[in-house]
């Protein structure tokens, strides 16, 4: 499990009924700037505790973590289902009327990209953690629209995150970019598919538009003071953009796509850390005109996390992703 999975936040299929990884750390074996080794929990430096559960790598490398676990013995269902895009008004009608009633045990990530044969599609990642004839209840709704594929079944957790790799392929380029969703009539139009799908016409970039349907009761309910993570966000969606030659106009020319495919759908406020992984480390000294992320990240939390920054790492050695600046002393 990765440093920034597990301080950065944590989604996955399972947040709906078990919340975020951050919310299932025990205990936490933190190296502070100074060289210390600290030990971090609910009764030892509770405030690096706090701080390393949403606050990344802020304050210190963490070289090992004890969490709370839970049992996943039966299998669940899911995989993916891919739609042509005439079936697109359709399916955002259901996802508008299911969501609001989303059960803890189901979510669902719709994709805007093209499939397999570079033909414009919309993919549904389909899970519920239950068996087929279970899951059938929850999902017919939308298998009811006529994919061209359906790829679901039951099978072991474990396989199930391993139904996204082929988005993630090894040694590919990648710009991502994080995004706070919206109302489903506004986010999932014919309009902003055809211009995602307009930006990989050529074929030397694949483009992305995806959106996480994932409850978050279970998130939510836990106090805003307990961690700096921002609770009662309505939902993450990214935008991906990959490529196979890795050369400085590419780069550019990525970044530029992922920032384009962001705007469609671009909502006020700072979207979940850990899906803008480019973020730039700050002076010291508050930039008056560039604008601190980290404190649209963290929100009202904010002050609190400059304090812990003071004391642990007030020469900003751990100066990446979204950086606290130290309050004064």
């Known amino acids: 499990?990765?440093?920034?999975?597990?301080?950065?936040?944590?989604?996955?299929?399972?947040?709906?009924?078990?919340?975020?990884?951050?919310?299932?750390?025990?205990?936490?074996?933190v190296i502070t700037a100074d060289g210390?080794?600290?030990?971090?929990s609910s009764t030892e430096n509770r405030d690096l505790f706090y701080g390393i559960r949403g606050g990344g790598s802020n304050f210190g490398v963490v070289t090992e973590f004890v969490y709370k676990l839970h049992d996943q013995k039966n299998p669940i269902y899911g995989g993916l289902v891919?739609?042509?895009?005439?079936?697109?008004?359709?399916?955002?009608?259901?996802?508008?009327?299911?969501?609001?009633h989303a059960t803890e045990k189901e979510c669902i990530?719709?994709?805007?990209?093209?499939?397999?044969?570079?033909?414009?599609?919309?993919?549904?990642?389909?899970?519920?953690?239950?068996?087929?004839?279970?899951?059938?209840?929850?999902?017919k709704r939308f298998t009811d629209i006529g994919p061209i594929v359906d790829t679901r079944q039951?099978?072991?957790?474990?396989?199930?995150?391993?139904?996204?790799?082929?988005?993630?392929?090894?040694?590919?380029?990648?710009?991502?970019?994080?995004?706070?969703?919206?109302?489903?009539?506004?986010?999932?139009?014919?309009e902003i598919f055809d211009k995602v799908i307009s930006y990989s016409e050529d074929g030397k970039f694949d483009t992305a538009l995806m959106f996480?349907?994932?409850?978050?009761?279970?998130?939510?309910?836990?106090?805003?003071?307990?961690?700096?993570?921002?609770?009662?966000l309505p939902g993450n969606a990214l935008s991906l953009v990959q490529w196979n030659e890795n050369t400085p106009e590419n780069a550019a020319k990525g970044l530029d796509l992922a920032t384009k495919i962001s705007s469609l759908v671009k909502v006020p406020g700072e979207a979940y850390g850990n899906?803008?992984?480019?973020?730039?480390?700050?002076?010291v000294a508050e930039d008056p005109v560039k604008p601190n992320r980290a404190k649209?990240?963290?929100?009202?939390?904010?002050?609190?996390?400059q304090e812990i920054k003071r004391k642990y790492d007030p020469d900003m050695l751990f100066n990446k992703w979204f950086v606290v600046n130290p309050v004064s002393a």
Request: aromatic share 10%; with cysteine; proline share 8%.
């Open 1 to 29: 499990m990765s440093h920034r999975l597990s301080t950065g936040g944590g989604y996955g299929y399972l947040s709906g009924q078990h919340g975020l990884v951050i919310d299932n750390i025990v205990q936490a074996t």
């Open 36 to 40: 210390s080794i600290r030990t971090a």
């Open 82 to 100: 891919i739609f042509t895009p005439d079936k697109l008004p359709a399916l955002a009608k259901e996802l508008a009327e299911w969501w609001p």
């Open 109 to 139: 990530m719709v994709v805007f990209t093209r499939g397999p044969d570079h033909n414009p599609a919309i993919i549904a990642n389909i899970f519920y953690n239950g068996s087929k004839a279970e899951a059938e209840k929850y999902t």
């Open 154 to 190: 039951e099978m072991p957790y474990k396989n199930m995150n391993t139904v996204l790799n082929g988005m993630a392929e090894h040694g590919r380029c990648c710009w991502m970019r994080g995004v706070l969703m919206d109302e489903t009539s506004r986010m999932l139009t014919p």
């Open 212 to 232: 996480e349907f994932l409850p978050h009761g279970k998130i939510n309910a836990i106090s805003p003071h307990e961690t700096p993570y921002c609770r009662h």
């Open 275 to 283: 899906y803008s992984p480019d973020t730039e480390a700050l002076p």
């Open 296 to 305: 649209d990240l963290f929100r009202e939390q904010y002050p609190r996390m």
